[in-house]
């Protein structure tokens, strides 16, 4: 059976850490459990409000970047592929302003396999505990 699905932070599957100043690193990671499939649409959208470490909003001009990974994290395929923070606005009821999926297909997630969000932010880091996201998707159990 395949249902819409909403991934966020809060999920026991998520994986979170705080980044470092300019580099990419994943802030949330989704591993896909046992006995479940993602079925991600070119349709499907992407929220995302982001914070530093020092309580203020992520910088503008930071990158944000959706990424597919196989079980092992070896195979990466982007999904948004390094929007600036400023394409989200912390935008989170209108689905026409939303960021859509960066791919031409549904793509199959499969389990074990994990879908990471990335960010790099300028300066100073970005804060686990301050920033939150929505992925609205499809499973499939």
Excluded: C, W
Excluded at 3 to 19: K, L, N, R
Excluded at 23 to 46: A, N
């Amino acid at each position: 059976m395949i249902e819409p699905f909403v991934i966020t932070q809060e999920d026991s599957d998520i994986t979170q850490a705080d980044t470092t100043a300019d580099e990419l690193q994943d802030l949330f990671k989704y591993r896909v459990p046992k006995g479940m499939k993602i079925h991600l649409r070119p349709d499907d959208v992407l929220a995302f409000y982001g914070r530093e470490t020092d309580d203020t909003a992520m910088q503008a001009n930071a990158l944000v970047k959706l990424e597919l990974r196989d079980a092992t994290a070896e195979e990466k395929t982007p999904l948004v592929n390094s929007a600036q923070y400023a394409n989200f606005n912390g935008e989170f009821q209108d689905e026409d302003k939303l960021v859509k999926l960066e791919i031409a297909n549904e793509r199959i997630v499969g389990e074990q396999e994990y879908i990471s969000l990335m960010v790099k932010n300028p300066s100073p880091y970005a804060d686990k505990d301050l920033s939150y996201f929505e992925l609205r998707t499809h499973r499939e159990y």
